[in-house]
């Protein structure tokens, strides 16, 4: 006789009963005007870099220091300079 029912295997049963943990949001980014021509840019509670406006481009700096932080990318729209330090950030 064959059964018409199937039991479940070891390794189906353990992942059932894990409950899936939500993911963590991400550090809140936060871009603040320094100066007139100077963004610091902040992952959570870190400087992750600067944005340096140079006639009408901004200028990514990457860096917890202005004095040691270095070019990363240039744009012509600010959001594009601000993610560029956001994943320079996560690679140091």
Same mark, same amino acid.
Do not use: I
């Given at each position: 006789m064959v059964p018409t029912t199937s039991t479940p295997s070891r390794a189906?049963?353990? @992942? @059932?009963?894990r409950a899936a943990a939500p993911p963590a949001p991400p550090p809140t980014e936060s $871009?603040?005007?320094?100066g007139p021509t100077t963004y610091e840019v902040r992952r959570g509670d870190r $400087? $992750?870099?600067? $944005?340096d406006i140079v006639g009408g481009v901004y200028v990514a700096l990457a860096g917890s220091r202005y004095d040691h932080a270095v070019e990363v990318r240039q744009s012509i729209v600010l959001d594009v300079a601000v993610a560029a330090l956001s994943g320079a950030g996560e690679a140091a």
């Open positions: 189906t049963a353990r @992942s @059932s009963n $871009v603040a005007l320094l $400087v $992750v870099g600067y $944005v």
